[in-house]
């Protein structure tokens, strides 16, 4: 770790720019009194050289306002009066040059058109080297200004996809519990109402207080998920049997939140509902390598039911097809997630019962929440790390 932190050369552009303006003309103006001092030239020569190099220092300060209010426009205007500025610079600094090496040259047969035009290329090449890499580095800079902009939109987009998918649950639930609390109420049985009652606002209140979009770790998913379970209990009682088998290795890790509900919301609208016996529903979450795999099947009649699949069908990454709302929503949210890195595959045996097979990266979360028993008719399993895991529906 480095005991400090970083900061971006480009971060302020301001003093980036002033930084590099005396990097480069101090290292112009060094490199030139080498070269000086190397030809044989005299100390004093050393003058001329610190005024070419203030001089060539003030004339791109003035070339930075210009180019400024030019790299904007259009590309037309922005390279032809970049042409017509960089001559008129070019021609200043010569000027300036030019007429110092006249008075330093006072016996000097040569003209001071002679001495401009001999400073001109040098004056040329630096001015223009340092009008391309003023476009360069602003160009460079615009450019990461758009992508950072971008990614900041891919974000909040993502973010509100996430948002929306997670808050669309089927409403058939919400409709169905208020129902049945209404039909308690007139047949005055107020304590089961009131039980389900509080129930419901429980369920109600941990989906809105959750983060939309977040994650959190599998123990408190299943916490929810018993939650919108012992609502469903108190109407279909011993119809609905539920059995939850949790690695140890597994509870801890990090799943985007209510991911379950509409896996089990889908088992006992088409499982427990239309069977006089009902259905068991059976969750399993384990840890394969760096994977995290959740598996949701019911005892129900499958695909011969009009639920949504046929057969076993695979949902790897963006192959996935819709089948149906509640299926499609936690497709849509995994590929929001975690793109091609993830698993969706449905299996519907023909002896019948449904299987969906969740495999993300396994992530762990920061703080792991205490997995109390379910209640109801609910059994868990706790298994250990070392044992191989199968899972029979």
Known sequence: MLPF?????????????????????????????????????????????????????????????????????RPLVTWGVTALALAAAVGISAFINGWTLSLYQADSQSSFAQLVIGVFYIDLTLLGAWSA??????????????????????????????????????????????????????????????AM???LSSFLRHTLVSQPGGKVSVAQEIET???????????????????????????????????????????????????????????????????????????????????????AQSYLGTQAVSTGVGLANIRNRLQQAYGEDHRFEIRTPPEGGFTVIVEIPLEEAEKDEPFSKPTGQTSVTAMPRSRALGFDA
Do not use: C
């Open 225 to 311: 998920l018993k939650l919108y379970l012992d609502i469903e209990r108190m109407r279909f009682e011993e119809r609905l049997r539920t059995h939850f088998r949790i690695d140890p290795a597994a509870a801890g890790a990090q799943i985007p939140s209510l991911l379950l509900q509409p896996l089990v919301e889908n088992a006992i609208k088409y499982a427990v509902s239309p069977q006089e016996e009902g259905a068991r529903i059976s969750i399993l979450a384990q840890a394969i390598g760096p994977h995290l795999r959740v598996t949701v099947s019911d005892t129900g009649p499958g695909a011969q039911a009009g639920r949504p699949g046929e057969g």
């Open 133 to 194: 890499l003023y476009y360069a580095i602003n160009y460079y800079l615009q450019v990461e200004e758009q992508a950072d902009r971008l990614e900041r939109l891919e974000a909040q987009a993502t973010s509100a996809q996430l948002a929306m998918l997670r808050y669309q649950l089927n409403p058939h639930f919400l409709f169905n519990t208020l129902n049945s609390i209404s039909t308690l109420v007139l047949l005055k049985q107020t304590e089961p109402a009131n």
């Open 197 to 199: 009652l509080t129930r």
């Open 5 to 73: 932190r970083p900061i971006p050369f480009f971060a302020d552009k301001n003093r980036a720019f002033w930084r590099l303006q005396f990097i480069g003309w101090g290292g112009a103006f060094l490199l030139r009194a080498i070269t000086s001092i190397a030809n044989g030239k005299p100390l004093s020569f050393l003058v001329l050289v610190l005024i070419a190099s203030i001089a060539g220092f003030s004339v791109t300060l003035v070339l930075s306002v210009i180019y400024g209010k030019l790299i904007r426009r």
